[in-house]
């Protein structure tokens, strides 16, 4: 076993780095206080290639391993975990294509990602279906050369801002998660409204809204697979994304790390910087003890990935322990920080809120658990 990157992943990590510190870091607070969509910055990470890591080389992208996209997300999400949810959404919407779509499909709808700056959103969740999501209502209706999709989607990532949208929805609500089918619906489709700009506690940077399907019609080569792939395609879109979700927290929860080491070396209370404290010291030695075992875990769901291993238990082990790790260890950066944390001017305080989601979104912690309980008692 080899902890080793390669030579190329040390130099994209590199310049990944160095993009984070000097176009993500200094702007993120900003962006978080107006709730201001990154396009300029995403459109930038696009030219240098640290977008779309899913898309296969065949059909242009750079043929990054599962392994590459998990520390490319780190390094993007220790700048903005906010601003990377918008840049993650583009591969979780454009993963049920490479994993359930053909090959003409796949020229079609993956190859425009790599020629030109495109957005995408991934539309599962439903105001009244999110853990649920093999009950979701939208309707996909056959209409001989056409689908109609009909129903509402809720909490959706660039919606307001995509150029593509892949839907879920169901042929027969009787069928449960066997009738679950998935459309590719494009940019200005009859039909799409676009609801209101939701205000969030955190990963205000990214665009989250709602949507509406009213009877929008889609060539019946929009499907991606056949009626009822739907389900097995987003449960193997979510081996791939899980980690990395997971990889932001760990990108998140490094960056928590690091801010507390500088500040509690710089922090003077009782005549010494607060790091000669020992209470302050075992609360940095867990938050990086934490930041260690979550990245283990996470390289580990995307290496079984990147070797054709079924990764669900430990992707979910990795989505579960990263994000709840992040939870913890940005709550503790606050109290590192005493009342400065709990302050704007300081970066802690975003940090807190931005972890809350990845708690969330990708199904929760305790979907996680679930899933774990579910694999590890069978
Ligand atoms: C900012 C943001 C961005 C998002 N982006 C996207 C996106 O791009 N695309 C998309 O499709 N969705 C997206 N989501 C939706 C997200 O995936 C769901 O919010 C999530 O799956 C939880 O669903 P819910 O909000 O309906 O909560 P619910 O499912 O109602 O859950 C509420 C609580 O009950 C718990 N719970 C539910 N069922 C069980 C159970 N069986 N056992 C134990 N506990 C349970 C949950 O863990 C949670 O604590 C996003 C959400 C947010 C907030």
Redesign the pocket.
């Known amino acids: 076993m080899n902890f080793d990157l390669s030579t190329e992943q040390k130099e994209i990590i590199d310049m990944a780095k160095k993009f984070v510190a000097n176009e993500i870091i200094p702007v993120a607070q900003e962006f978080d206080e107006k709730g201001k969509f990154p396009r300029e910055i995403f459109q930038k990470a696009w030219e240098l290639g640290l977008i779309n890591t899913s898309i296969p080389s065949e059909y242009g992208g750079a043929g990054f391993s599962n392994l590459d996209a998990v520390i490319i997300t780190e390094a993007l999400a220790y700048g903005c975990m906010g601003m990377n949810?918008s840049f993650m959404?583009n591969d979780?919407?454009l993963l049920p294509i490479v994993i359930g779509g053909s090959d003409e499909q796949k020229k079609k709808w993956l190859t425009p990602f790599t020629q030109e700056f495109k957005i995408a959103?991934?539309?599962?969740?439903e105001p009244?279906?999110?853990?649920?999501?093999a009950g979701i209502k939208t309707t996909i209706k056959d209409d001989g050369d056409h689908w109609v999709i009909s129903g509402n989607?809720?909490?959706?990532?660039?919606?307001g801002e995509a150029d593509l949208y892949v839907v879920?929805g169901t042929v027969d609500p009787a069928l449960k998660h066997k009738g679950i089918s998935v459309c590719v619906v494009e940019k200005g489709a009859q039909g799409l409204e676009i609801g209101k700009k939701?205000d969030?506690m955190g990963?205000r940077a990214?665009d989250?809204r709602g949507l509406t399907f009213n009877n929008v019609r889609v060539p019946k080569e929009n499907m991606l697979g056949k009626p009822g792939d739907g389900w097995k395609i987003a449960m193997g879109t979510l081996d791939h994304s899980r980690p990395l979700v997971a990889s932001s927290a760990v990108g998140g929860a490094q960056r928590a790390l690091d801010e507390s080491i500088t500040y509690a070396k710089q922090r003077n209370q009782f005549g010494v910087p607060i790091a000669k404290h020992q209470a302050i010291q075992t609360i940095i030695s867990d938050m990086a003890m934490k930041v260690e075992a979550s990245r283990l875990l996470v390289q580990k769901a995307a290496v079984m990935a990147d070797q054709g291993q079924r990764n669900t238990l430990v992707a979910s082990y990795a989505k579960a322990f990263a994000t709840d790790s992040c939870m913890q260890i940005t709550t503790d950066a606050v109290q590192v920080y005493g009342g400065y944390g709990y302050s704007k001017e300081y970066p802690v305080e975003k940090l807190m809120r931005d972890a809350k989601?990845l708690q969330?979104?990708?199904?929760?912690?305790?979907?996680q658990?679930?899933v774990i309980a579910r694999e590890v008692l069978s």
């Open positions: 949810s959404a979780l919407a959103a991934f539309c599962l969740t009244n279906n999110g853990s649920d999501a989607k809720m909490w959706i990532t660039n919606a879920y939701e969030k990963h990214s989250t989601l969330i979104y990708e199904g929760t912690s305790q979907i658990r679930l």
